[in-house]
């Protein structure tokens, strides 16, 4: 990609859909919080955390996540690591962020719901102060756990739906199809939070359709699988349903052997409402401006390409009309000026 090229997409004002918070804690932080909190980590030093940063498949990456997730107790905690995400993300110029939690990796380690919400929630409010960046907060039911414990995390949330807009579905997707979660995404629904799930990441195709039938999603998180089926792709093209896709991620994850070979030009090319994110920036080495930086290099995307890529984030996300068109307007602003 042309070094200019790669300036005019990093300068670009974007939006982040796909990024789970506690994917951001790098390793620096982990053994800081490690410390103040007496955790005991199984490595010695920070590059042997990084160093161990290699994995075959989503399940490999989870285990070190969770465990790694083990070191956050207190609000300042979580407060610590997003804030600490919203200077990287600010420094590559996003201006609305849409993050996942997970709160049951903590609550079952006795962290009250809370304290994650609070200090999450703290960090995101000081961003709009302070950067203007706009945010959405999205909680993500684990689904390898049960339906019962996603219900029970679901009353948990209640109290403090005016800080949650959201909620998703992630962790271990191959045996843990969508249709599991049927009845606690309607009753998400009936609070009136907007519906997201992971879907065909490892998974299948039909894993998709369950998303979007039985979860009513209005986006599918990856959606990477959905090319092996014809007619799923010309009913998502046709619905412009989003799919918030993590280029570095599915490498890392072994969902494409090589950035060159991730489809995201071919999605675009069917007429999906693509776009790039950086899903657990700490694990698989790269923000958002990195995502793009490396997959317009190996698929050599062109001009019309990225800035698809880069509106699609804005009509993917979860803004009112008038943001939106504030957020299309500086983006068309910035693209012709360079
Ligand atoms: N949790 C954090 N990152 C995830 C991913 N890529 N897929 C499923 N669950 C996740
Ligand atoms: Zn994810």
Not at 104 to 111: F, L, M, S
Not at 140 to 156: G, K, N, P, V, W
């Amino acid at each position: 990609m042309a070094a200019n090229l790669q300036q005019l997409v990093a300068g670009a004002p974007k939006a982040e859909l796909h990024m789970h918070i506690e994917g951001s804690l790098e390793p620096e932080l982990m053994f800081e919080l490690a410390a103040k909190n007496a955790v005991s980590i199984p490595y010695p030093t920070v590059d042997a955390v990084r160093a161990a940063y290699q994995f075959s498949d989503l399940q490999s990456f989870l285990d070190i996540y969770y465990a790694g997730a083990a070191v956050l107790l207190h609000e300042e905690d979580f407060y610590a690591m997003t804030r600490a995400y919203l200077e990287r993300a600010h420094a590559d110029n996003v201006v609305h962020t849409e993050i996942f939690f997970d709160p049951q990796t903590h609550t079952a380690r006795g962290v009250p719901f809370q304290v994650v919400v609070e200090g999450i929630t703290r960090a995101l409010a000081e961003a709009q102060r302070r950067y203007g960046m706009g945010y959405r907060l999205i909680l993500c039911f684990l689904r390898h756990l049960s339906e019962a414990d996603a219900f029970a995390t679901l009353e948990q949330a209640v109290p403090h739906l005016g800080l949650i807009h959201g909620v998703g579905l992630d962790s271990s997707e191959r045996g843990h199809p969508p249709s599991k979660f049927e009845r606690v995404f309607a009753r998400a629904r009936e609070l009136g939070l907007r519906v997201v799930a992971h879907a065909g990441e490892e998974g299948p195709p039909a894993y998709i359709y369950e998303a979007l039938d039985l979860l009513k999603v209005e986006r599918i998180d990856h959606g990477v699988r959905a090319l092996e089926d014809a007619a799923l792709v010309a009913r998502l093209a046709a619905s412009r349903m989003p799919l918030t896709v993590c280029p570095l991620s599915n490498v890392k994850l072994c969902v494409f052997p090589r950035l060159a070979e991730h489809n995201l030009r071919r999605l675009l090319a069917a007429g999906l409402c693509a776009t790039v994110n950086s899903d657990d920036p700490a694990y698989f080495g790269g923000y958002i401006n990195e995502n793009f930086r490396q997959t317009a290099a190996a698929l050599d995307l062109t001009r019309d390409e990225l800035y698809r890529l880069l509106k699609n984030g804005f009509e993917a996300a979860f803004l009112t009309d008038a943001e939106r068109a504030q957020h299309y307007a500086a983006l068309d602003g910035y693209w012709q000026s360079l």
